[in-house]
């Protein structure tokens, strides 16, 4: 039975956040940061929407007409 911790004793650990304390500081952490662009995961792919309409609606018509 105890094998498990009870849940008043886990540690629950966060993301480690660095704070700058000055202006400076603030432009060191900054200096080397690449933003991941995923702009492009926001948005839905309509080039995939008619293949997958039309597969629909065929493998439907497939399933009704039999």
Wanted: proline fraction near 8%.
């Amino acid at each position: 039975m105890d094998d498990e911790p009870s849940p008043s004793h886990t540690v629950v650990k966060g993301p480690i956040i660095k704070v700058p304390r000055n202006q400076r500081e603030n432009r060191l952490y900054k200096q080397d940061f690449v933003d991941d662009n995923n702009v492009h995961l926001s948005y839905f792919n309509f080039r995939i929407l008619w293949p997958v309409m039309a597969l629909s609606v065929f493998m439907y018509a497939f399933f009704i007409g039999e």
